[in-house]
């Protein structure tokens, strides 16, 4: 299912004037129907793009951070923030140190893209699948026109992004797929801790979907809890024996995982199983944490992915793997 986009027009939220998001995109790009309205607004929706494109990444992320405080830079109205409590209810920070961590991803992302030969650019098309508030898919204006960003999420807080940035289209969905675009549709395909909180039935339906949306080549990030984060979890127990404070999250993950058991979870997940921690909730069972590395990927989706990049070592919160689509 795709929400309803906001109107052509004008659009002011927190003090700002955004170009409003293109009705229907979706569904005009699903059947190759582009409509004169959208043709007269690319310009303006792709501002970013064409501003800071030629520019370094320094400059960039330099800017990002500053539309934390300042809504217009470079004569470019940014987009906004959503409420600080919204942004923490999503990812534990906000504001500054929810768009620098972003940034790692992004930084992250384009440099395996380019190692590999398949750099982003103005005729790419990205997915940000799950994107909460739309911190992820705001990194990546930089590298993607406006007009070719689509960022996916499945629950009702999708609306405070469309208000925070009209220049990227937000498609609500449902959480199990399809996803409404066509087969091939996009060359890359970007998520943020969503796939490390799925439990397997939906884990797998998923990297299916990915694979009939992206086109022969396109890459696909995903990032994942594996082994270094069990690892963590032996010392978080340790500190919390000894009376040291540890994150309100992993305290949770604790209370589900004893010490004597994350031995065998590493076992498991080293020899490429798909290890489920269920949640305490009987609110939402098919979401809690899951460990996998990207064995359980190589093993399980051979016929339709190739791991191109495992990055396990710490270079981000999460371990990240990267997919070309075979």
Sequence with gaps: MVAGYLGAGIS??????????????????????????????????NKIYETYAPLTDQEWR???????????????????????????????????????????????????LNANGASLSKD?????????????????????????????????????ARKANSYISFVKTDPLPPLPFRDGFATHFVTWSTFSHFNQHYFDRWISEIARILRPGGVCFITTLGVR????????????????EIHFWIDLILK??????????????????????????????????????DKYISDKFSDLFVVIDY????????DCMALRRK
């Design 12 to 45: 002011s939220q927190a003090g700002r004037t955004h170009p409003v998001g293109r009705s229907e995109a979706v569904f005009r790009l699903k059947t190759g129907v582009h409509s004169i309205e959208e043709e007269m607004h690319s310009t303006e929706i």
């Design 62 to 112: 330099s800017d990002l951070v500053r539309s934390v405080k300042e809504p217009s830079i470079r004569g470019i109205a940014f987009p906004s923030f959503p409420s600080a409590d919204l942004q923490r209810h999503l990812q534990g920070n906000s504001n500054e140190m929810a768009i620098r961590g972003a940034l790692s991803f992004r930084d992250h992302c384009v440099g395996v």
């Design 124 to 160: 790419s098309i990205l997915i940000d699948f799950g994107t909460g508030w739309g911190r992820i898919a705001r990194a990546f204006m930089k590298d993607v026109p406006a007009a070719n960003i689509y960022a996916v999420e499945p629950f009702d807080f999708i609306v405070e």
């Design 229 to 244: 984060f069990l690892e963590d979890l032996k010392e978080a127990h340790r500190k919390k024996i000894d009376g040291q």
């Design 256 to 293: 589900r995982l004893p010490y004597n058991a994350i031995d065998t979870a590493i076992a498991e997940v080293r020899s490429g199983k798909f290890f489920w921690l269920p949640s305490d909730s009987v609110a939402r069972s098919e979401f809690a944490e899951c460990f996998v590395t």
């Design 311 to 318: 990055a396990d070592r710490g270079q981000l919160a999460q």
